[in-house]
Nanobody, 121 residues
Framework: QVRLVESGGGLVQAGGSLRLSCAAS????????MGWYRQAPGKERELVAF???????NYENSVRGRFTISTNNAKNTVSLQMNNLTPEDTAAYYC???????????????WGPGTQVTVSS
């Protein structure tokens, strides 16, 4: 079983910064990718950013240039540095990881419980 735990959410004024972190624990043999989704009230969950084990990254258009995703592969963690936040960034942010628990097992996706980010105007 793999468990993801997020931290770092909170309330910030527009233009401010927050840093989200997520740690994967449990039976982790290999991680293919980690990333962040977010879901605002009344909206569908959307991909914010992800990073592969090889270091390739991808960002949702509205956050590109403001958010930076990074990993510490040795510690199975992923972070999201969020700068110049706007009220439109307000949402619950969810960490995910594509994990293989053992060499001969397939890849499975795991999710954290979410952390709230609220940006006031």
């Amino acid at each position: 079983q793999v468990r993801l735990v997020e931290s770092g959410g909170g309330l910030v004024q527009a233009g401010g910064s927050l840093r989200l972190s997520c740690a994967a624990s449990g039976t982790v043999f290999s991680i293919a990718s980690m990333g962040w989704y977010r879901q605002a009230p009344g909206k569908e969950r959307e991909l914010v950013a992800f990073i592969t084990a090889g270091g390739s990254t991808n960002y949702e258009n509205s956050v590109r240039g403001r958010f930076t995703i990074s990993t510490n592969n040795a510690k199975n963690t992923v972070s999201l540095q969020m700068n110049n936040l706007t009220p439109e960034d307000t949402a619950a942010y969810y960490c995910y990881a594509r994990v293989k628990a053992a060499l001969l097992l397939g890849w499975e996706d795991y999710w954290g419980p979410g952390t709230q980010v609220t940006v006031s105007s």
